[in-house]
């Protein structure tokens, strides 16, 4: 008969069970807080979200404080709208002549005002005497 090698088990201490809790205790659920970001992603929007509040300004930095909503409703910055605006006032007289000429020839839609026409000619008219 052969001989364990093995050291004698120790007497195994009883085991004591614990009981889970039949329940878990009830946490009160927290309200997801609205996070603002501060940039706004670049694209046609971008601006328009700036103006409505969602975010604090684009991506290129303008706040809310420097866009307005042009004619169109269109939302512009009002640096780039006092440009155009100050652009438009050397072609402006020039417009208005076209303006006219076309409307005393009887003119509707798209027609070019090219050197040698009778509406270039009518045209020409108008704006010197504005001038």
């Keep these: 008969m052969k001989v364990s090698k ?21 946490v009160a659920m927290k309200k997801p ?45 009002k640096k780039m709208q006092a440009i155009g605006k100050k652009a438009y006032k050397n072609v402006k007289m020039w417009t208005e002549a076209c303006q006219k000429a076309k409307a005393e020839l009887g003119l509707t839609g798209f027609v070019a005002v090219k050197k040698g026409t009778s509406l270039y000619a009518r045209v020409r008219k108008i704006f010197d005497a504005s001038k």
């Excluded at 093995?6 to 009830?26: D, I, W």
């Design 6 to 26: 093995r050291p004698a088990a120790k007497a195994a201490a009883p085991k004591t069970t614990v009981m889970k809790p039949v329940m878990k205790a009830v």
């Design 33 to 77: 807080t609205v996070r603002t970001r501060k940039v706004a992603p670049a694209g046609k929007s971008s601006k328009a979200n700036v103006f409505s509040g969602k975010f604090e300004k684009t991506e290129s930095g303008l706040k809310k404080s420097q866009l307005t909503k042009n004619k169109e409703g269109k939302i512009v910055s």
